[in-house]
């Protein structure tokens, strides 16, 4: 496993915008698929996109052409650019990573994301 830090989380008005960052902390680790899931309260945690190392995205359907996954392989980084949020979208936010020859899944600690009305 890797260790994940994420940044980027904050409060925000609805239509407005913030922008995740998360690092993976691994000198020789092969990141394989990353990618931001988030829940909010009283509910599971869901998937909101996902990034494989050659570039494929995910998206739920939610925030398609809203939200605009993005990776650095050479820093080991993966990016959410949330547009227009809502307050719908208020939930915490986690980085997700497979890495490793045997793919281990690793979450980062996760950061707020609140959009007020």
């Known amino acids: 496993q890797v260790q994940l830090v994420e940044s980027g989380g904050g409060l925000v008005q609805a239509g407005g915008s913030l922008r ?6 691994t000198s020789s680790t092969r990141i394989n698929t990353m990618g931001w899931y988030r829940q909010a309260p009283g509910k599971q945690r869901e ?11 995910t998206y739920a359907d939610s925030v398609k052409d809203r939200f605009t996954i993005a990776r650095d392989n050479a820093r080991n980084a993966v990016y ?14 986690y980085c997700h990573a497979f890495s490793g020859p045997i793919l281990l899944g690793s979450w980062g ?7 007020s009305s």
């Open 109 to 115: 600690q996760g950061t707020q994301v609140t959009v």
């Open 80 to 93: 959410l650019q949330m547009n227009s949020l809502k307050p719908d979208d208020t939930a915490i936010y």
């Open 20 to 25: 995740l960052s998360c690092v993976a902390s």
């Open 47 to 57: 998937l909101v996109a996902r990034i494989t190392n050659g570039g494929t995205t």
